[in-house]
């Protein structure tokens, strides 16, 4: 089950349906606390969560966890923070799963690239600037490390999971890979939480950028350019207005159906 980017509002109605059945829920470390408030009280809850640099519980425990549970005839959660299905190892405990003999279902979230995105106001496609979005980690855990050498493409965003510290070597391999240096980037933290913070740069001076806490999430691509300034006009008395909106016309249904019923007695009077 995905728990989205961390606004517990953003949460799915299916999934806080779900949690407040649950009868054991495994949670990563990144799922706020407000997301496990919705929890009853009598479920048993346990932080099965890796953090970068910590030792915890490996993944082969977690997989013996859910399978054990399951056999036990609980419901189990096993929560994740975004959408389990981006970079959340759910594959490895799907088949872990499978191989047991163990039913389950997925339950998608918010992933942390539309969080981010959103909060920042970027589209993550924009047929002037973009045709395809790229995600990708710059985690090295595991047996498939990052490769950048062949997806330095213009017309795309590329939303970088897990950036790291060292912004400046993803920078210099777009750059190296034929990105533009002027390319604008967005660094979002904590995106749709209080603690929520957005740094706004370019590849070329992302090396210099602050580095924002964890989760952050970095979106490079034309559709990170700030949004342009509000278009005035002054008008007769010298006043600056806003330019002429086009008023639409509704159809003839709904003003029929917004029209009063004093109106309606009157022009039937009239008729």
Same mark, same amino acid.
């Given at each position: 089950? %995905?728990?989205?980017?961390? &606004? ?7 999934? +806080? ?29 346990? *932080? ?8 915890? /519980?490996?993944?082969?425990? /977690?997989?013996?966890? @859910? ?5 036990? %005839? ?16 759910? %594959? #490895?405990?799907?088949?872990?799963? +499978? ?19 959103? +909060?920042?106001?970027?589209?993550? $496609?924009?047929?002037?600037?973009? =045709? ?10 595991? &047996?498939?490390?990052?490769?950048? &050498? ?39 933290? *904590? ?6 913070? /957005? ?8 090396? @210099? !950028? !602050? ?7 970095? /979106? ?20 600056? =207005?806003?330019?002429? #909106?086009?008023? @639409? ?15 309606? $007695?009157?022009?039937? %009077?009239?008729?």
């Amino acid at each position: 089950m %995905g728990a989205g980017p961390g &606004n517990p509002e953003l949460l799915t109605v299916q999934a +806080a349906q779900i949690l407040k059945t649950a009868e054991v829920v495994l949670h990563d470390h990144l799922v706020p606390q407000e997301i496990l408030d919705l929890i009853p009280a009598w479920t048993h809850v346990r *932080n099965v969560g890796k953090r970068c640099g910590q030792a915890g /519980i490996s993944q082969e425990q /977690i997989h013996a966890l @859910l399978i054990a549970a399951a056999r036990e %005839g609980k419901q189990v959660v096993r929560l994740k923070g975004g959408d389990p299905l981006l970079f959340g190892r759910v %594959g #490895e405990e799907m088949e872990a799963l +499978a191989r047991a003999g163990v039913e389950f279902e997925v339950i998608p979230g918010v992933t942390s690239a539309m969080g981010a995105a959103a +909060a920042a106001k970027i589209p993550l $496609t924009d047929r002037r600037y973009s =045709s395809k979005v790229v995600f990708l980690s710059h985690h090295t855990a595991g &047996n498939v490390s990052p490769e950048w &050498n062949d997806i330095a493409l213009k017309d795309a965003t590329y939303a970088v999971y897990m950036p790291g510290k060292n912004y400046g070597e993803i920078a210099t391999k777009l750059m190296e890979g034929g990105l533009d240096a002027g390319t604008p980037c967005v660094i979002v933290a *904590n995106a749709t939480q209080a603690e929520q913070q /957005i740094h706004r740069t370019t590849l070329q001076e992302l090396a @210099l !950028e !602050e580095r924002l806490p964890a989760p952050s999430l970095l /979106i490079i691509g034309e559709v990170a350019k700030p949004l342009p300034a509000a278009e005035k006009q002054k008008g007769d008395s010298g006043w600056e =207005s806003p330019k002429t #909106e086009v008023v @639409l016309e509704l159809g003839k249904t709904r003003r029929v159906q917004e029209e009063s019923p004093y109106a309606r $007695t009157a022009r039937a %009077g009239s008729d």
